[in-house]
Nanobody, 124 residues
Framework: QVTLVESGGGLVQAGDSLSLSCAFS????????LGWFRQALGKEREFVGA????????YYADFVKGRFTVSRDNFKNTATLQMNSLQPEDTAVYYC?????????????????WGQGTQVTVSS
């Protein structure tokens, strides 16, 4: 069974940076497309970014605007979401997710496995 565990969340100030990690286990990591999502209180879960199985093709939501970077290390079975210039509107629970069959997907319904999430809070 696939397991994903996020870490690295916390409380930061506006303008700060934060790096989230996603530890993957259970099956060969390179077989899965890896995405990041977030969900703010009272809002729907939204796509943030994703990375292809070979780590060469990142894919981002429009709102990222160059502030966030998604990467992965298939040898360490980890993925990273580097977030720069954080703003209060980035406050949310951040999730990593793995998709078995698709690529370049923003629809959360197409992801098969999810982590438990990590809270990111950005103060003004």
């Amino acid at each position: 069974q696939v397991t994903l565990v996020e870490s690295g969340g916390g409380l930061v100030q506006a303008g700060d940076s934060l790096s989230l990690s996603c530890a993957f286990s259970g099956r060969p990591f390179s077989n899965y497309y890896l995405g990041w999502f977030r969900q703010a209180l009272g809002k729907e879960r939204e796509f943030v970014g994703a990375i292809s199985r070979n780590a060469r093709d990142p894919y981002y939501a429009d709102f990222v605007k160059g502030r966030f970077t998604v990467s992965r290390d298939n040898f360490k079975n980890t993925a990273t979401l580097q977030m720069n210039s954080l703003q209060p509107e980035d406050t949310a629970v951040y999730y990593c997710a793995a998709a078995t069959y698709y690529s370049r997907i923003a629809n959360p319904a197409l992801y098969d496995f999810w982590g438990q999430g990590t809270q990111v809070t950005v103060s003004s």
